[in-house]
């Protein structure tokens, strides 16, 4: 199992910028990609982006060209950097990981005012 504590969420203006860690713990070796996800409320959770062990990266539409995801395996950590964020981007992003399973951290908000 793995466990995931995200940080980084808060309350900033549109078009402002934050940064979302996760730091992994556990069984860190069967991980093959992490993600961020998010919801908003009344909707669906919606992948964000991920990237492999193997460096990969995907992006949903929405964040293409706004947001970075990127991994720092010394520390067991991955971010995401939001870059150019609007309202719309209001949610709870959640991190993932995939092995064995899924395994889910709980979440940090994200709340961007117009």
């Known amino acids: 199992q793995v466990q995931l504590v995200e940080s980084g969420g808060g309350l900033v203006q549109a078009g402002g910028s934050l940064r979302l860690s996760c730091a992994a713990s556990?069984?860190?070796?069967?991980?093959?990609?992490m993600g961020w996800y998010r919801q908003a409320p009344g909707k669906q959770r919606e992948l964000v982006a991920f990237?492999?062990?193997?460096?990969?990266?995907n992006y949903a539409g929405s964040a293409k060209g706004r947001f970075t995801i990127s991994r720092d395996n010394a520390k067991n950590t991955v971010y995401l950097q939001m870059n150019s964020l609007k309202p719309e981007d209001t949610a709870v992003y959640y991190c993932?990981?995939?092995?064995?399973?899924?395994?889910w951290g709980q979440g940090t908000q994200v709340t961007v005012s117009s």
């Open positions: 556990g069984s860190i070796s069967s991980i093959n990609a």
């Open positions: 990237i492999t062990d193997g460096g990969s990266t």
């Open positions: 993932a990981s995939l092995g064995s399973r899924w395994d």
